[in-house]
Protein backbone atom coordinates (compact mmCIF):
# COMPACT_ATOMS: atom_id res chain seq x y z
CA UNK A 1 0.00 0.00 0.00
CA UNK A 2 1.59 3.56 -1.24
CA UNK A 3 0.58 6.44 0.42
CA UNK A 4 2.16 9.93 -0.88
CA UNK A 5 5.88 8.79 -0.48
CA UNK A 6 5.54 6.11 1.78
CA UNK A 7 5.08 2.59 1.61
CA UNK A 8 2.63 0.80 4.24
CA UNK A 9 2.76 -3.02 4.44
CA UNK A 10 -0.58 -4.39 6.33
CA UNK A 11 -0.67 -8.03 7.97
CA UNK A 12 -3.41 -9.76 9.95
CA UNK A 13 -3.46 -12.56 12.29
CA UNK A 14 -6.50 -14.66 11.80
CA UNK A 15 -7.71 -17.41 14.46
CA UNK A 16 -10.31 -19.72 13.63
CA UNK A 17 -12.68 -22.90 15.53
CA UNK A 18 -14.74 -25.69 14.19
CA UNK A 19 -17.89 -25.95 15.76
CA UNK A 20 -20.47 -28.65 15.76
CA UNK A 21 -24.12 -28.58 16.57
CA UNK A 22 -23.61 -29.05 20.45
CA UNK A 23 -20.97 -26.49 20.91
CA UNK A 24 -21.94 -23.31 21.58
CA UNK A 25 -21.84 -19.86 20.48
CA UNK A 26 -18.85 -18.83 23.30
CA UNK A 27 -17.01 -21.63 23.85
CA UNK A 28 -16.53 -21.13 19.81
CA UNK A 29 -15.72 -17.40 20.08
CA UNK A 30 -13.16 -18.56 23.33
CA UNK A 31 -11.85 -21.16 21.05
CA UNK A 32 -11.07 -19.19 18.01
CA UNK A 33 -9.45 -16.51 20.63
CA UNK A 34 -7.15 -18.64 21.70
CA UNK A 35 -5.91 -19.48 18.40
CA UNK A 36 -6.15 -16.41 16.98
CA UNK A 37 -3.55 -15.22 20.03
CA UNK A 38 -1.77 -18.42 19.45
CA UNK A 39 -1.37 -17.11 15.99
CA UNK A 40 -0.09 -13.58 17.09
CA UNK A 41 2.68 -15.12 19.62
CA UNK A 42 4.10 -17.04 16.69
CA UNK A 43 5.22 -14.49 15.00
CA UNK A 44 1.95 -12.70 13.83
CA UNK A 45 0.99 -12.38 10.15
CA UNK A 46 -0.30 -16.22 10.50
CA UNK A 47 -3.48 -18.18 10.66
CA UNK A 48 -4.41 -20.57 13.12
CA UNK A 49 -6.94 -23.29 13.73
CA UNK A 50 -8.18 -24.19 17.62
CA UNK A 51 -6.72 -27.46 18.36
CA UNK A 52 -7.57 -28.28 21.84
CA UNK A 53 -3.82 -28.69 22.53
CA UNK A 54 -4.59 -24.51 23.00
CA UNK A 55 -6.20 -25.36 26.04
CA UNK A 56 -3.09 -26.20 27.81
CA UNK A 57 -0.87 -22.70 26.43
CA UNK A 58 -3.63 -20.15 27.78
CA UNK A 59 -2.16 -17.11 27.90
CA UNK A 60 -4.22 -14.24 29.53
CA UNK A 61 -6.26 -11.69 27.84
CA UNK A 62 -6.42 -8.36 28.77
CA UNK A 63 -9.88 -6.66 28.34
CA UNK A 64 -10.40 -3.09 29.34
CA UNK A 65 -13.51 -2.84 31.71
CA UNK A 66 -15.74 -0.18 32.17
CA UNK A 67 -15.46 0.96 36.03
Given at each position: ?13 L ?6 D ?38 P ?5 N?
Open positions: LSLTDRTVTVTASGGALVSRASIDAAIHNADLALYRAKRSGRNRALVYDSALDQDQAISRASG
